[in-house]
């Protein structure tokens, strides 16, 4: 990409629903010119504008990280593990496991049987580790921004969600496309989606993949020592830490990083074991991402049915 190209990349990144003739007013270019760049980035694979979604909206309430180590064509099972809309992460890892998911559900009854399914349909799992998350210390990925304090506050009903299944794979779709993906009047369709967006209930944005701008990605797996709420709460203000979650399991809390080489990564993690209080530390090295966080493909939840 050349730095037009980024200066596109980073409005978009702000709000994926922004028009051609926004872009171009931004960054000093036809709107036939922004549509040229962002077209190629897209097709070239280096761009993708995502819908990203609160899951409790639609009644998930638990998620958790399946750690696993696989003997086999992890690749091959990481896309199996697509068609599953539980499955909202997946990537391969080099390390301690070689395939990382985030598994969605409405209760931890119904998180059980999701991975005793993904565990037991599959052959060649030698080991499966469950890390329940139970608190977020912090949220970055994947170009989502804060959500609103106190929550999103918005009723869902049939059309709502028909919309977010559309627009969770295209959010730039035009009202009229939607309108007439969806059979509905295209004023009603309108006046739905820019409340969806308003909300928060769904966001806009886009993600570079990061071979693209040459970053590393990993995960960090932690135990931690004494005082486990005061050390993640100082490791949240580490910039390079994009995603922080407490969890129950084996490891105490999981960390999603984004740093610019293996090495940085390497330093970073015995940054984390030298000046904070984490007893032990799993570095894993996120190879490939077939499914960015929160993309939900939805099924057919409806608030917590189905």
Same mark, same amino acid.
């Given at each position: 990409?050349?730095?037009?190209?980024?200066?596109?990349?980073?409005?978009?990144?702000?709000?994926?629903?922004?028009?051609?003739?926004?872009?171009?007013?931004?960054?000093?270019?036809?709107?036939?010119?922004?549509?040229?760049?962002?077209?190629?980035?897209?097709?070239?694979?280096?761009?993708?504008?995502?819908?990203?979604?609160?899951?409790?909206?639609?009644?998930?309430?638990?998620?958790?990280?399946?750690?696993?180590?696989?003997?086999?064509?992890?690749?091959?099972?990481?896309?199996?593990?697509?068609?599953?809309?539980?499955?909202? !992460?997946?990537?391969?890892?080099? $390390?301690?496991?070689?395939?990382?998911?985030?598994?969605? #559900?409405? +209760?931890? @009854? /119904? %998180?059980?049987?999701?991975?005793?399914?993904?565990?037991?349909?599959?052959?060649?799992?030698?080991?499966?580790?469950?890390?329940?998350?139970?608190?977020? !210390?912090?949220?970055?990925?994947? $170009?989502?921004?804060?959500?609103?304090?106190?929550?999103? #506050?918005? +009723?869902? @009903? /049939? %059309?709502?969600?028909?919309?977010?299944?559309?627009?969770?794979?295209?959010?730039?779709?035009?009202?009229?496309?939607?309108?007439?993906?969806?059979?509905?009047?295209?004023?009603?369709?309108?006046?739905?989606?820019?409340?969806?967006?308003?909300?928060? #209930?769904?966001?806009?944005?886009?993600?570079?993949?990061?071979?693209?701008?040459?970053?590393?990605?990993?995960?960090?797996?932690?135990?931690?020592?004494?005082?486990?709420?005061?050390?993640?709460?100082?490791?949240?203000?580490?910039?390079?830490?994009?995603?922080?979650?407490?969890?129950?399991?084996?490891?105490?809390?999981?960390?999603?990083?984004?740093?610019?080489?293996?090495?940085?990564?390497?330093?970073?993690?015995?940054?984390?074991?030298?000046?904070?209080?984490?007893?032990?530390?799993?570095?894993?090295?996120?190879?490939?991402?077939?499914?960015?966080?929160?993309?939900?493909?939805?099924?057919?939840?409806?608030?917590?049915?189905?």
């Amino acid at each position: 990409m050349d730095d037009s190209d980024r200066e596109i990349v980073q409005l978009l990144r702000g709000d994926g629903r922004l028009s051609f003739v926004e872009i171009g007013r931004g960054v000093g270019m036809s709107p036939d010119a922004v549509r040229a760049r962002l077209n190629r980035l897209v097709d070239e694979g280096m761009l993708r504008v995502l819908g990203i979604i609160d899951p409790s909206l639609l009644g998930y309430h638990v998620l958790a990280t399946l750690a696993l180590e696989y003997r086999g064509d992890s690749t091959a099972f990481a896309s199996r593990l697509r068609e599953s809309h539980a499955v909202t !992460y997946l990537a391969t890892a080099l $390390g301690e496991f070689n395939v990382i998911c985030e598994v969605a #559900a409405t +209760d931890d @009854d /119904d %998180l059980s049987s999701r991975i005793q399914r993904i565990v037991s349909e599959t052959s060649g799992i030698a080991r499966a580790e469950v890390l329940r998350n139970v608190e977020i !210390y912090k949220w970055e990925g994947s $170009g989502a921004r804060p959500r609103p304090a106190g929550g999103i #506050a918005i +009723d869902l @009903d /049939d %059309l709502d969600v028909l919309l977010l299944r559309n627009l969770v794979d295209d959010p730039r779709t035009s009202y009229r496309d939607l309108a007439e993906r969806v059979e509905h009047p295209y004023s009603q369709v309108r006046r739905r989606t820019i409340r969806l967006f308003e909300s928060g #209930a769904i966001q806009a944005s886009a993600v570079v993949e990061p071979s693209v701008e040459r970053l590393t990605i990993g995960l960090f797996c932690l135990e931690l020592g004494r005082d486990a709420g005061a050390t993640l709460k100082a490791i949240a203000d580490e910039p390079e830490i994009k995603v922080l979650a407490r969890t129950l399991g084996t490891y105490e809390a999981t960390a999603e990083v984004t740093v610019s080489s293996p090495l940085a990564l390497a330093n970073l993690a015995g940054r984390l074991r030298t000046d904070f209080d984490v007893a032990r530390i799993s570095t894993l090295l996120l190879t490939h991402r077939p499914i960015l966080p929160a993309q939900w493909r939805l099924g057919s939840v409806l608030k917590g049915q189905g």
